[in-house]
Nanobody, 122 residues
Framework: QVHMVESGGKLVQAGGSLRLSCAAS????????MGWFRQAPGKEREFVAS????????YYGDSVKGRFTVSRDNFKNTVTLQMNSLKFEDTAVYYC???????????????WGQGTQVTVSS
């Protein structure tokens, strides 16, 4: 059974930085693209970032491009989202997910974790 556990979310001031982590189990981690998504209250889930199986390729949503960086460690089965220059509108629950498909196709991701709350104060 695939299991994702996100961590690192907390309250942070606008302009600050935060690092989220996701530990994955129950899947051949290096065979899956990994991604981060977020959902704010009253809004649909939004694609944030994704990374290819070996980490050579990354893809970002327009709203986070240049501020967020996704990375992975295939030895530890973890994927990380470094978030800089945080804005109030980055407030959301952040989820990681896996895809057996192409990393830059957000619709291919699934196996969601429980999420971690990020709150940015203005």
């Amino acid at each position: 059974q695939v299991h994702m556990v996100e961590s690192g979310g907390k309250l942070v001031q606008a302009g600050g930085s935060l690092r989220l982590s996701c530990a994955a189990s129950g899947l051949p981690f290096s065979s899956y693209a990994m991604g981060w998504f977020r959902q704010a209250p009253g809004k649909e889930r939004e694609f944030v970032a994704s990374i290819s199986r070996i980490g050579a390729g990354t893809y970002y949503g327009d709203s986070v491009k240049g501020r967020f960086t996704v990375s992975r460690d295939n030895f530890k089965n973890t994927v990380t989202l470094q978030m800089n220059s945080l804005k109030f509108e980055d407030t959301a629950v952040y989820y990681c997910a896996a895809s057996s498909g192409i990393y830059y196709v957000p619709s291919g991701f699934g196996s969601w974790g429980q999420g971690t709350q990020v709150t940015v104060s203005s």
